[in-house]
């Protein structure tokens, strides 16, 4: 399979635990995204990287969230102290980074915080 | 503020009807568009793309939409649907100058009777 792979696809966890996610875009694509999504809602933004650098990120990015591409491969999104609002789907997406390119997205991580 | 709007929370039509789901967007500049779909327990999937060119779209598995400048407006259209259809479809646009994160709208659920 050569799509966007997210690991795990479920998590479970208490409240104020930390929990990493990785996601590994599709081979040659430059540009990875992450994405969150909570019931009866579409997709919201997080933080994008082209390669290693990290070019954006949204408000809803709290100082408890950070994400990593330290290669400009894969890439990881860490959750400090995790609460109970935190529980959501967390897509990634990647891309080729050229202008018109099409963003593929990966199964999603599944978190639940009790 | 860059938003988009469904309008429809929740269709339910039955096989061979017509479909049609509303897609409003507010964004500054020259935007791409798309359509995603998500069947049940899978990830999200592109349905169609418009970049630039002719503002009539179409997808795979017979779906096609229309890019309506003067309304901001990229409305989803099936002229017969199939059980198979049933899924979340969800609207989203991005900038066309880069590869800029996408804004979704907050989805459609189709549900498909025989």
């Known amino acids: 399979d050569t799509g966007v792979s997210q690991n795990p696809r479920h998590k479970i966890t208490k409240r104020g635990q930390n929990v990493t996610f990785r996601c590994d875009p599709i081979?040659?694509?430059?540009?990875l995204y992450w994405y969150r999504q909570t019931l009866g809602q579409g997709p919201e933004f997080l933080t994008y990287?082209?390669?290693?650098?990290?070019?954006?990120k949204s408000r809803l990015l709290s100082d408890r969230f950070s994400a990593e591409r330290p290669k400009g491969s894969f890439s990881t999104l860490e959750i400090q102290r995790t609460e109970q609002g935190d529980s959501a789907m967390y897509l990634c997406?990647?891309?080729?980074?050229?202008?018109?390119?099409?963003?593929?997205f990966g199964a999603g991580t599944r978190l639940s915080v009790l | 503020a860059q938003s988009v709007s469904q309008h429809n929370h929740h269709v339910i039509l039955s096989e061979a009807a017509s479909l049609e789901l509303g897609c409003n967007y507010s964004?500054?500049?020259?935007?791409?568009l798309f359509w995603y779909v998500q069947y049940p327990g899978q990830h999200l999937q592109l349905l169609l793309k418009?970049?630039?060119?002719?503002?009539l779209v179409k997808g795979i598995k017979g779906f096609e939409a229309e890019f309506i400048k003067s309304k901001f407006s990229f409305n989803l259209r099936k002229p017969s649907v199939q059980w198979s259809d049933t899924a979340e479809y969800f609207c989203?646009?991005?900038?066309?100058?880069?590869?800029?994160?996408?804004?979704f709208g907050k989805g459609t659920r189709l549900s498909v009777i025989a």
């Open positions: 081979s040659e694509h430059n540009r």
């Open positions: 964004y500054g500049g020259t935007v791409n």
């Open positions: 997406a990647s891309s080729l980074g050229q202008e018109g390119n099409i963003q593929y």
């Open positions: 989203a646009v991005n900038s066309a100058s880069g590869n800029t994160p996408l804004v």
């Open positions: 418009y970049f630039s060119g002719d503002p």
């Open positions: 990287f082209q390669n290693e650098a990290q070019l954006e």
